[in-house]
């Protein structure tokens, strides 16, 4: 191989050595990016599944607090019935109230008039027991009076009797025939 051979041959050896140290330095750097690439793949990786554990923690908060708002629903439904029951009781004791009121009114003025009725009768009562013994006094008054009559009309017959013998004798003694 003569040496221009050679000189071309060490050249080109050299040239695809430059080539080969520029490749290498690139393969150096890409050694380097894909370290770099394989790094920040790791950090995603582990960034990624502490995402996905809060994302599991995000999701079994949601699932708790669906729940605890089910339960809430569930309660305030139960509520809402009892809410409504009791407003069911309010009004019929309410008009209960009001029925017993009306009957309270009633009967107060059935008591009114009642008590009117009585004092009237009352009234009346006295007012008869004032004729009634007005009556009996005159009724005493007129039997006194009357057994007084009686009595001296029996005095009187018998006044009567006694003067009409006095009488017959005395006629009998200026009349003796006529007696007979």
């Known amino acids: 191989m003569d040496e221009v051979n050679m000189r071309q041959f060490f050249d080109g050896l050299l040239t695809k050595f430059s080539e080969l140290t520029g490749v290498a330095a ?7 990016q894909v370290n770099s690439l394989n790094d920040r793949l790791t950090q995603l ?3 990624n599944r502490e995402l996905r554990y809060q994302l599991e923690q995000a999701n079994n908060e949601v699932s708790t607090a669906k729940q605890e708002a089910a339960q ?17 009781t309010i009004a019929n004791a309410d008009s209960r109230v009001v029925a017993l009121r009306e009957q309270i009114c009633n009967e107060a003025d059935k008591y009114r008039i009642g008590q009117a009725d009585l004092d009237d009768a009352r009234r009346q009562v006295s007012e ?11 009724h005493k008054g007129a ?25 017959d004798r005395v006629s009998a003694i200026f009349n003796p025939l006529a007696a007979e």
């Open 26 to 32: 690139k393969v150096n750097e890409l050694e380097q």
């Open 45 to 47: 990786a582990n960034e």
């Open 72 to 88: 809430h629903r569930d309660a305030a439904v139960g509520a809402n019935a009892t809410v409504t029951a009791l407003q069911e």
């Open 128 to 138: 008869w027991e004032q004729r009634y013994n007005a009556l009996d006094a005159d």
């Open 143 to 167: 039997m006194a009076d009357r057994d007084e009559w009686r009595n001296r009309a029996t005095e009187a017959d018998s006044r009567m009797a006694e003067l009409q013998a006095k009488l």
